[in-house]
């Protein structure tokens, strides 16, 4: 082979290396940086190169030949390794192209293998207990005592501080005292009800009896009718007083009215006993208290920032909250494991399970048109170094397929007529027809369409162009030279 050219090539694979290790390190930059640089190798992939009368080939625009249904993007390392061998492999046939007329392609190559694939998930989010509680309080009063402190283990219902209660204290005297008085106010009110309803009862049945006495007289003539309606008319009076009060079974109760006033001044009371009760704050669940922000000397209802007085999660059990894509929810299930990692392990890691998945998605923000599902992974193991607070890492095995053949992504040529590798014969290119199976970020399962096509070690090329095809005379660059 000339040595310029083995030079251009060993210069066009350090520079795909470079690439790759350039997305490891800059993972967020290229975040910021991919709608511009999808753009780019949109360009590049539409350029080929001219031949020797200056004329461009005009590129079939490519159409999916399997329904195989939506599919999550490409990761971007996949982009990175897929443009940069793509680039690699454009240059290499403009020079070939360009250069003498008996030159053969010169092609970069790899040995096909068997081996196993795995298709994974990689989510980050924070540690967190599993069950967690802001201590607040509605006291305006001064904390006088704190009993704990951060890293402290707590049972439900002990003592974590106390509040000023003086104020409180008054406060429930007064409301025991209105509370008292509407109990007396109404009792006043039902003994002037059965009173006066039973005088109105007595004036009513006198009224009915000199009013039937008077009708019996006025019908034999001996007293007039004037006298005969007023004796009617004390009849209707008495009558009308008896229904101005209000009966419960039969009997005169006191006003409603005097009832509301026992229940208002009830709920005060009971309000009152809760706030003295609440002066003594104590804990509604037990775990260990990560967060002290109450101060001896400050009001309990304004802490700085308006936080909680205390933070208590249940640490014996700790979880994360992710968000996964739309796009791989649905090979999430409850029940998968994950194995979880995070700098404070030191390269170690632990096993996780998922336990929850939201039943509904949520926007990814940032602008993004994507939706995620808020799911919940619980960490199994026990005694780990893992604490609350933290960004971990969490590895979900999608799919994966042992003893199969694997290839780089940017190995499979897909076209209107199907997908294709390209392999190396003595020199010469000869397409084969393949189907995908699992995906990692930079490798494919392939399988032949025709069983036998494949043998182990055959030079497969890495970045086939649509410009190669059957027959064609290749030089090999690679391991599968």
């Known amino acids: 082979m000339d040595e310029n050219k083995t030079q251009e090539i060993e210069a066009m694979d350090e520079y795909t290396a470079q690439k790759e290790q350039q997305l490891l390190e800059e993972d967020e930059q290229l975040s910021r940086e991919e709608e511009q640089f999808e753009a780019e190798l949109a360009e590049l992939m539409k350029t080929d190169p001219a031949d020797k009368k200056g004329k461009k080939k005009k590129k079939k625009e490519k159409k999916a030949v399997r329904d195989k249904g939506p599919r999550k993007p490409w990761s971007k390392k996949r982009k990175l390794v897929t443009a940069a061998a793509a680039a690699v492999a454009v240059l290499v046939i403009f020079k070939a192209c360009t250069g003498k007329k008996d030159d053969a392609v010169m092609v970069s190559s790899t040995p096909l293998t068997k081996g196993t694939i795995q298709q994974e998930l990689t989510i980050s989010g924070p540690v967190s207990g599993t069950d967690s509680v802001d201590v607040v309080s509605s006291i305006h009063s001064e904390v006088l005592d704190i009993q704990v402190k951060e890293g402290d283990h707590v049972e439900q219902g002990q003592l974590l501080a106390l509040i000023d209660e003086s104020d409180v204290r008054k406060e429930l005297d007064m409301a025991q005292n209105a509370y008292d008085l509407a109990v007396s106010t109404y ?82 009371l ?59 929810i649905g090979q999430i299930q409850v029940g998968q494991e994950a194995v979880i990692s995070a700098d404070i392990l030191n390269g170690e890691t632990v096993m996780g399970q998922v336990t929850a998945i939201s039943p509904t998605g949520e926007e990814k923000g940032g602008g993004s048109t994507e939706r995620v599902i808020p799911t919940t992974i619980r960490i199994v193991d026990d005694n780990t170094r893992l604490i609350a607070g933290i960004t971990a890492r969490a590895r979900i095995i999608l799919n994966e397929a042992e003893n199969v053949w694997i290839v780089p992504i940017s190995a499979v040529l897909e076209t209107e007529e199907g997908s294709f590798v390209m392999t190396v014969d003595q020199g010469v290119i000869k397409r084969i027809a393949v ?45 599968g030279n």
Do not use: C
């Not at 009800?193 to 039973?198: C, L, Q, R, T, V």
């Not at 037990?286 to 249940?314: H, L």
């Not at 399962?445 to 497969?460: K, L, R």
């Open 270 to 328: 009971e309000k009152k006993k809760e706030q003295l009760n609440d002066t003594r704050v104590t804990a509604p669940i037990s775990g260990t208290v990560v967060r002290v922000n109450a101060k001896i000397g400050r009001f309990a209802d304004k802490i700085e920032d308006d936080k909680p007085m205390f933070i208590i999660e249940n640490l014996d059990t700790l979880e994360m909250k992710v968000s996964v894509s739309e796009y791989s």
């Open 187 to 268: 009792n006043e009110q039902q003994i002037l009800a059965e009173n006066g309803y039973a005088k109105a009862v007595q004036e009513r049945d006198a009224a009915q009896r000199d009013f039937d006495r008077i009708s019996v007289l006025f019908q034999a003539g001996s007293v007039s009718q004037q006298e005969w309606e007023t004796a009617q008319n004390r009849l209707r009076d008495a009558q009308r007083e008896t229904k101005t009060f209000t009966l419960l079974d039969g009997k005169p109760v006191a006003n409603e009215s005097y009832s509301l006033q026992i229940k208002n001044a009830e709920f005060e």
């Open 435 to 479: 189907t995908m199976g699992v995906e990692s970020d930079i490798q494919v399962e392939v399988i032949p369409v025709n069983e036998g096509d494949f043998t182990e070690g055959m030079g497969i090329i890495t970045a086939p162009s649509p410009m190669l095809a059957d027959g064609m005379k290749v030089t090999e660059n690679g391991s």
